[in-house]
């Protein structure tokens, strides 16, 4: 991978620099840019794409205040999150295996 100290120095990143600068997956950097939230970039010859220092920093800015529509939508994922969080303890908790049967279990064998 890139050295990162040589990267800081630079005025633009590569993906994965700037995923790592700022603490986020490729995974989360792509899901923000299918949203239209991630950082603007600069395409560069065949493929090769950039992040600025300055898009950097709007985009951070932007996270820290975001407008009603991306409040909407992040409310919405935290909301859908919570459901499937929700729906899987509901499903952990039936499980033969759950942790509260295994006792049960114990007791049963003795």
Partial sequence: MHDLI?????????????CERNGISLA?????????????????????????????ADWQRAREMPDDAE?????????ATRRRAISAGKVSALSPKHVSKRQQKKNRRR
């Fill in 71 to 79: 409040a909407r939508l992040i409310e919405r994922q935290k909301a």
């Fill in 28 to 56: 989360v950097y792509y899901r923000l840019q299918r949203e239209g939230r991630g950082p603007r970039v600069m395409r560069l010859g065949t493929g090769t794409i950039r992040i600025s220092k300055q898009a950097e």
């Fill in 6 to 18: 040589e990267e800081q120095d630079q005025q633009a990143f590569l993906i994965p620099v700037f």
